[in-house]
Structures are given as C-alpha cells and as structure tokens.
C-alpha cells in the first residue's frame, strides 16, 4: 500500500505561483511513477503531469506546458508540482498519484491521495 498527502494549495492572484507537494508513505516510493492531476467543479478530473520512476522523463498537458513543472526528491520521498503563471482555469482539487508506467490516464494509477484545493483569483 502506498498513502500519498497532497499540501501547498491555496488561494493566488492570477501571474502568481504556487508549489504542490505530494509525500508517500507506506510502500517504496522510487518504485512509482507519478502524476498530479485536477478537477473542477462539474468536470471531469484531467492529467496535469507525469513523472517517471528515476525522474528522468517528464511528461505535461498541453494547459500546462512551459508553466508547471514536476518533480521528485527520492530521499523524503516527496513529489511537486510547481506552478508558475497561475490562470484561474487552474482553478481545481489537485490530486498526486502513483502508478506503475508512465501514462496520462487515470487507469494508470493505482493510488490516489485526497487532494489540495488550488484556486486562481483574477
């Protein structure tokens, strides 16, 4: 089993930036690929980012490319999304995952963690 607690969500201006961390507990998590994804209200949840196993290949949405960068610290066992040139369709929960491959589909991923609010003010 693999426990995973998102934090760092908030309230920003839009132009701001903020920074997501996702921690894991329980199984090993240098074994995990790992994605963020969002959800808004009323929609349904999308892929944000994907991070490989070693952290050499990372992978974003079109929405996010060039703004949002994730990555991993293996030693604290620690994930992040941070988010540059927040616009408020960022708006949403944001929610880590682990899987078993690198993928952008929620089937992919078999842990989830409860997510962190994110909201972008204009």
């Known amino acids: 089993q693999v426990q995973l607690v998102e934090s760092g969500g908030g309230l920003e201006q839009a132009g701001g930036s903020l920074r997501l961390s996702c921690t894991a507990s329980?199984?090993?998590?240098?074994?995990?690929?790992m994605g963020w994804f969002r959800q808004a209200p009323g929609k349904e949840r999308e892929f944000v980012a994907v991070i490989s196993v070693s952290g050499s290949s990372t992978y974003y949405a079109d929405s996010v490319k060039g703004r949002f960068t994730i990555s991993r610290d293996g030693t604290s066992n620690t994930v992040y999304l941070q988010m540059n040139s927040l616009k408020p369709e960022d708006t949403a929960v944001y929610y880590c995952?682990?899987?078993?491959?690198?993928?952008?589909?929620?089937?992919?991923?078999?842990?989830w963690g409860q997510g962190t609010q994110v909201t972008v003010s204009s």
């Open positions: 329980g199984r090993i998590f240098r074994m995990y690929t």
């Open positions: 995952a682990a899987g078993s491959s690198f993928a952008s589909t929620i089937d992919r991923y078999d842990y």
